[in-house]
């Protein structure tokens, strides 16, 4: 029996809708997509979906009072919020140095979670 | 008295590129002037990834963003000067800058470029009967609330407008803990983009309800609930279709409008469309030597876009300046 699902390709704002087809599991056909990168979403989309999680931990010592960070590449979905719960304890000293691991391993996917931005350290009045 | 040959108001995606192209076409003296503490615009609190596909041909986060243009200026060596505030500028291109420990400066520009971004519609604009109580921001402040200051507006929340700011604060908020129960949306059709509802919404099962509005604001202290209503094509409220939703907060996404009170100062054209000056291809607006470009000018969907436009009126504020000297 073929598998009908319909996607909407999220890899750019134009928002193409992506027709995946699979039998037991199998993609047996893609169509829809404007582009390669759309292929390969849905392919991964209908198999194993991954997203980039954002979101921010909290600085010590620093001129913000969070800094922005990013899984640096795609986590399962269902990890996300896992994720989340993992990166709560997290707290970091400033400066932050955007690129900088914050965390080496975001819920056993071996992505690390990384910087998205600097924090300087507060200088002291 | 201060003077520069470019003055540029805002440092967020527009004026920060505007500050690189002009730099580029050898215009030396040039000032930044921005209000904030820190450089980079309202891309500091758009955490999410989206950014510089364009540009950079990779996914970046807005403060990543920013960076690329920061790193810029810095290498670039351009001056600039944050918690600095433009009250006033006058058609012979004074400008009146109030400054963090310095006070009132006035500085002479030779040409001046437009980049103070927008704003959101004020929330007095919606008419919802009930009583204000304490729960209700917009969704932008929200954003400012998580991303920056790192505290949370509530727990259980609905979100009255489906625009991208909307979607995208119904996903931090599910993240972070929260309990986002829906986004109403009064169009039939969701303003955001394809792939903010797709993963914003769907990825977190938050029921999108498209032709619906807020039709009530229960609590008198703190918000305790609304009323939802189903609307018709003249998007009235259908009676008989009212549901009460608990919440503690109310998110109002309800669109951004070019900030532009120093341009009406000025006395420039204003585009009753865009809400923004009237510009020339070229980016110039009605005042010969006034640029504009980015947010102000009309709102952007993608910084790229800004960054592009930027450019155009960096490059034409320099040709205006060497043009002058000659
Ligand atoms: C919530 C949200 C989500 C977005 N998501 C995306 C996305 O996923 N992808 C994407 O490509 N784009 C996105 N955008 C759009 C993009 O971020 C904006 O279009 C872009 O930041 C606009 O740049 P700007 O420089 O014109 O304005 P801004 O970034 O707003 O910068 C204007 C600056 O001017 C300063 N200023 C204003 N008035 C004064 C004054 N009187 N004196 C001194 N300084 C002043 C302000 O403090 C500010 O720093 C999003 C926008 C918002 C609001
Ligand atoms: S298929 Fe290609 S063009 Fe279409 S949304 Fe995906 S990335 Fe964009």
Do not use: W
């Not at chain 1, 010590?60 to 009072?65: R, Y």
């Not at chain 1, 996917?109 to 924090?119: F, M, N, R, W, Y």
């Amino acid at each position: 029996m073929i598998e009908r699902k319909e996607l909407t390709c999220i890899k750019c704002p134009r928002g193409c809708g992506i027709l995946v087809e699979t039998e037991q599991g199998r993609i047996v056909s893609i169509s829809g997509n404007q582009c390669k990168n759309g292929k390969e979403y849905a392919k991964k989309e209908a198999t194993n979906p991954t997203r980039v999680l954002t979101t921010t931990v909290k600085v010590l010592f620093g001129t913000e009072k969070v800094a922005a960070v990013k899984s640096k590449g795609e986590i399962p979905k269902e990890k996300l919020l896992p994720a989340m719960e993992q990166i709560k304890e997290v707290q970091v000293e400033a400066p932050v140095i955007l690129g900088e691991i914050i965390l080496e391993d975001l819920c056993g996917t071996g992505i690390p979670l990384v910087a998205a931005a600097c924090v300087a350290r507060k200088r002291l009045p | 008295m201060l003077q520069y040959d470019l003055v540029i108001i805002g440092g967020g995606p527009a004026g920060l590129s505007a500050a690189d192209s002009a730099r580029e076409m050898g215009i030396k003296s040039i000032l930044i002037l921005e209000r904030d503490n820190k450089l980079g615009g309202i891309l500091n609190q758009c955490i999410h990834t989206g950014f510089g596909l364009h540009t950079f041909k990779e996914e970046l986060t807005g403060p990543e963003y920013a960076a690329r243009y920061i790193d810029k200026i810095q290498e670039k060596e351009i001056e600039y000067k944050v918690s600095a505030m433009v009250i006033n500028i006058t058609r012979d291109k004074q400008v009146t800058v109030m400054e963090k420990g310095a006070g009132l400066i006035t500085i002479q520009a030779k040409a001046i470029i437009l980049a103070m971004g927008c704003r959101e519609r004020p929330r007095g604009a919606l008419n919802i009967p009930g009583y204000r109580p304490a729960g209700i921001y917009s969704a932008g402040t929200a954003q400012y609330f998580v991303n920056i200051e790192g505290v949370m507006p509530g727990k259980e929340i609905v979100i009255l407008g489906s625009g991208d700011i909307g979607l995208i604060m119904a996903r931090r908020l599910t993240l972070e803990g929260a309990d986002v129960k829906c986004v109403a949306e009064i169009m039939p059709k969701s303003g955001g983009l394809r792939r903010n509802i797709v993963q914003c919404l769907e990825d977190f099962d938050i029921p999108l309800k498209l032709s619906h509005t807020v039709t009530y604001i229960h609590g008198k202290e703190r918000i305790e609930g609304v009323t939802l209503s189903k609307v018709d094509e003249n998007l009235e409220p259908v009676s008989g279709t009212e549901e009460f939703i608990p919440c503690d907060t109310l998110l109002l996404s309800v669109g951004l409008i070019p900030e532009n009170e120093l341009s009406k100062k000025l006395g420039l054209s204003m585009d009753e469309r865009t809400k923004g000056p009237v510009v020339t291809k070229e980016m110039e607006t009605m005042l010969s030597g006034v640029f504009a470009c980015g947010n102000v000018v009309h709102v952007h969907d993608l910084a790229d876009n800004v960054s592009k436009e930027a450019k155009k009126a960096g490059i034409s504020a320099a040709r205006y300046i060497l043009e002058e000297k000659i």
